[in-house]
Each structure stands twice: as structure tokens, then as C-alpha cells.
């Protein structure tokens, strides 16, 4: 294959859980733009609909397909469901997550289930019912969203630390089990990026000016930063990397 071609992403679907913005939005743009036919997913209708139209002024066209992906019931059915009127996924991205924040002796069981659900059970969930499609074919590139906390802990967030480290090596798992059939998965891992999610830290000048001391880059990330990152693990350059957990930190992993 030409190297011009390793990158394309033309005639291939790719399904984006928790899309509707943020990172997911970011990356559902960036694929688009490289080829690929972007199925749009999240929980609000309305939500999806508005990210919908941003896709559509930047130019890459999309479905929606608006699910719980924490409700395996409801992922089955809607996995099947776009294969049967869409046609195949070829490549997943599993970025929905969800954080919350608490000292550990204090952390609620409440908020422990969501973060579990949401970062860990769906990652299994959606991530098993588009493999069994592309089990058959023989083929597909799943990309799991990790984190720096899949390495790195920091006060108030143990659980999630948990959870993405859980998402780490169920990644490795996945590519253990069905790297034989054909498939690529891998894990994308974002250090500090300007999120939504992240606003309240952004806006905390003692918790930036930390960052850019901790960071060797000395500054936040910008989703559009981990494009690249998405589209290599996405296409045919990288087909024969598997299990892998692709850093996109600044170079927070890599120095003390």
C-alpha cells in the first residue's frame, strides 16, 4: 500500500460512544475529516443533534444513534441495529467517561457504581458487542480511551485512577483474545487536556501553574492534539500494533 493511503479512513465506519462533545467530538471531527462515516453517539438526542451540526458546518457528514452504553441490553441492540441499517463498524472508539472527585475515606457508593459504569462496564459492553460483527469479518480497529491516571494517581480520584487502569489492561485483554481474529485494539491515553470536564481545573490558576511545572511540554493539551494519535490506531498504519496504550500526555508519563 502506497504511504500515502496508511492514514485513509475512506469507506470505513467508525462508531464514537460519549461524542456529543468534548474529546469525543474532537475525534468524531478528526476522523470524519480523514475519510471515515462517524456515527454519533450519546445519551441526550438533543445533544447529538447540536454536534451533529457542528460536524456538518466543518463538512463530514453523520448518524446518530443515541444509547445508554452502560445498559448492555440497550448496546447490543443498538450495535446491531447500525450494522443492519448502517452498514459494518469498522472501528470503535470507546470515549464516554464520566469523573468525579472526593477523598477516598469520604467517596460516595454512589459515585464509585457511576465511574465503574460509565469508564469500565461500557468499555466491555460496547466493545464486545461490535466485536462479535468484527469477529466475522475478520477485521476492525477498536480504540479504547484510557488516561494518564491509567498510570498516575492523584488525591480525590482514586476511583477513576481504578477504573481507567482497569480500562488499560481490559484493553490488553481484548487484544490477547481477538488479535487472532484479525483485530487491532489499542488504548489512547490523554494526559491534561482543555475539556469540559476538566473547566473547573482549568480554571484553577494553583492547579495550572502545577501542570505546567509537573508537564515537560509546560501546558494543557488541546483536543485537537490527539487526532493524529486516534487516526494512526485507526487506520491501516498501524496494523500490526495491538494491546498497545499510545501516550498523549506531554510528557507527564515520561519524567518525575
Not at 43 to 72: I, K
Not at 81 to 110: S, V, W, Y
Not at 179 to 186: D, E, F, R, V, Y
Request: aromatic content about 6%; charged content about 20%.
Amino acid at each position: 500500500m502506497p504511504p500515502k493511503d496508511l492514514f485513509s479512513l475512506h469507506g470505513r465506519r467508525a462508531l464514537i460512544t460519549g461524542s456529543s462533545r468534548g474529546i469525543g467530538l474532537a475525534l468524531a471531527k478528526g476522523l470524519g475529516e480523514y475519510g471515515a462515516e462517524i456515527v454519533l453517539n450519546g445519551r441526550n438526542p438533543d445533544a447529538l443533534e447540536q454536534a451533529q451540526s457542528l460536524l456538518q458546518d466543518a463538512g463530514v457528514e453523520s448518524s446518530l444513534s443515541a444509547f445508554d452504553a452502560t445498559d448492555q441490553a440497550a448496546v447490543i441492540s443498538a450495535v446491531d441495529t447500525i450494522e443492519q441499517t448502517h452498514g459494518p463498524i469498522d472501528i470503535l472508539i470507546n470515549n464516554a467517561g464520566i469523573q468525579r472527585r472526593a477523598p477516598l475515606e469520604d467517596f460516595p457508593r454512589d459515585d464509585w457504581d457511576a465511574l465503574m459504569a460509565t469508564n469500565l462496564n461500557a468499555v466491555f459492553f460496547v466493545g464486545q458487542a461490535v466485536a462479535r460483527h468484527m469477529i466475522g469479518r475478520r477485521k476492525g480497529k477498536i480504540v479504547n480511551i484510557c488516561s494518564v491516571q491509567s498510570e498516575l494517581a492523584r488525591p480525590g480520584i482514586a476511583p477513576y485512577t481504578a477504573a481507567k487502569g482497569a480500562v488499560k489492561n481490559l484493553t490488553k485483554g481484548m487484544a490477547t483474545d481477538w488479535a487472532k481474529h484479525g483485530l487491532q485494539i489499542n488504548g489512547l491515553a490523554p494526559g491534561y487536556f482543555e475539556t469540559e470536564m476538566n473547566a473547573a481545573l482549568v480554571n484553577d490558576a494553583a492547579f495550572t501553574e502545577w501542570l505546567c511545572k509537573r508537564t515537560p511540554a509546560a501546558r494543557w493539551g488541546k483536543v485537537e492534539e490527539l487526532i493524529g494519535a486516534a487516526v494512526f490506531l485507526s487506520s491501516d498504519a498501524s496494523s500490526f500494533v495491538n494491546g498497545h496504550i499510545l501516550m498523549v500526555d506531554g510528557g507527564v508519563t515520561a519524567s518525575l
